[in-house]
């Protein structure tokens, strides 16, 4: 875990992900992107992965979960992510703890956030993410 942190931290990735085959993936793109990409072309990829990542709220824990990683350090998490990464069994760490992750702009909740933090169907919300 804290060689992935290392790097997620010094090249400023958003993603970095420990294979379970030992192979470390880095990745910039901003949201879930990576994710959903990692997940469309092997459904099977993450399984049993560690993840270093940015940012992670109730979607994104959501997708790791069903995905079936099993360990999680987020430098920033929300609050409504931790009963889902509970539930599943991840083990997890953060830097720092939100109540929710805000918009591009930071005016407010993301959308994405806003639309699923009342949502218990976690396999829902991997289906509507990953299609």
């Known amino acids: 875990m804290e060689k ?11 993603l970095v992900v420990a294979y379970q085959n030992g192979t470390i993936e880095e990745y910039y793109q901003e949201r879930i992107i990576d994710l959903v990409s990692i997940l469309k072309e092997n459904p099977e990829a993450l399984k049993q992965s560690i993840v270093a990542d940015k940012v992670v709220g109730k979607v994104a824990a959501s997708v790791m979960a069903v995905a079936g990683i099993s360990k999680l350090h987020a430098n920033t998490l929300s609050k409504i992510a931790i009963p889902v990464l509970e539930q599943a069994g991840i083990i ?40």
């Open 92 to 131: 997890y760490s953060y830097d720092s703890l939100v109540d929710y992750i805000k918009n591009k702009d930071q005016t407010g909740m993301c959308p994405m956030e806003n639309k699923y933090q009342n949502e218990m169907d976690v396999n829902k919300i991997y289906k509507e993410m990953v299609k």
């Open 4 to 14: 992935i942190k290392e790097i997620r931290n010094k090249k400023n990735a958003s």
